[in-house]
């Protein structure tokens, strides 16, 4: 399965991506991709030095923003793009784009939505005083990180915390999250079903034919 990964920074998430998905070989998930609005975000370096194509769309070359996305969704159909994946995009689909990618267009977010959507979940969530901060992948609709929740994970906020501190904890579950709820949507295990998302169980380890110790032995 192809994917397109896009980012605005330094690209973290996308590392974990190219190492966990890309570069394994027993997981049928290429980075085919990796589209940025940003000229020098390190995440393009991240993705040249896997050897996989990344392209800086200037939004500024375009006379609105539906032209940029038009211009996006010809590079992914160009590349044959089945998922989006948002891994630090900062910008912001228009409706004909999010209405055609829907179901196939995911972004993660830190902070536990729906409290503190936006560009600062982290700020948002050290200064409201919360206890409990985390990360939330979801699928990607009309309104700014209101779609069906796919994955959630909790993180303690501490009294000292700075937004680094809380960034850099979150971040810990974004790494692991992130790459485990692209593969069970290339598994076909994602179902939206209203506001929900349904996860339909994997292959047990057990499936994988195991000979039992006994019959191994010769
Ligand atoms: C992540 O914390 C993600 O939740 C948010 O932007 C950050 C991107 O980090 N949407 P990185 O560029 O993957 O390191």
């Avoid at 996989?52 to 159909?77: H, S, T």
């Avoid at 994955?151 to 790494?175: C, G, M, N, W």
Wanted: charged share 30%; hydrophobic share 40%.
């Amino acid at each position: 399965m192809k994917i397109a990964v896009f980012v605005s920074g330094s690209g973290t998430n996308l590392q974990v991506l190219i190492d966990k998905l890309h570069l394994d070989k027993n997981v049928d998930i290429e980075i085919a991709v990796v589209i940025s609005d940003r000229k020098k975000a390190y995440a393009l370096e991240r993705a040249k030095k896997a050897g996989i194509p990344g392209i800086y769309i200037n939004v500024k070359r375009f006379p609105n923003r539906e032209a940029f996305d038009a211009e996006i969704d010809r590079v992914l159909e160009e590349y044959g793009v089945e998922l989006v994946v948002l891994a630090g995009y900062m910008k912001v689909f228009q409706t004909p784009f999010v209405r055609k990618y829907y179901g196939r267009l995911i972004n993660i977010h830190p902070a536990l939505l729906p409290s503190f959507p936006g560009t600062d979940g982290v700020g948002d969530t050290l200064k409201y005083g919360v206890k409990v901060g985390g990360v939330t992948i979801h699928f990607v609709d009309e309104g700014v990180d209101t779609g069906p929740i796919i994955a959630q994970a909790a993180v303690p906020v501490f009294y000292d915390d700075d937004k680094e501190s809380l960034h850099t904890r979150i971040q810990k579950h974004e790494h692991t999250l992130y790459p485990e709820v692209v593969k069970m949507y290339q598994e076909g295990r994602l179902e939206i079903v209203g506001r929900k998302v349904r996860i339909k169980a994997g292959k047990p380890e057990s499936r994988k034919a195991r000979k039992p110790e006994s019959q191994t032995k010769t």
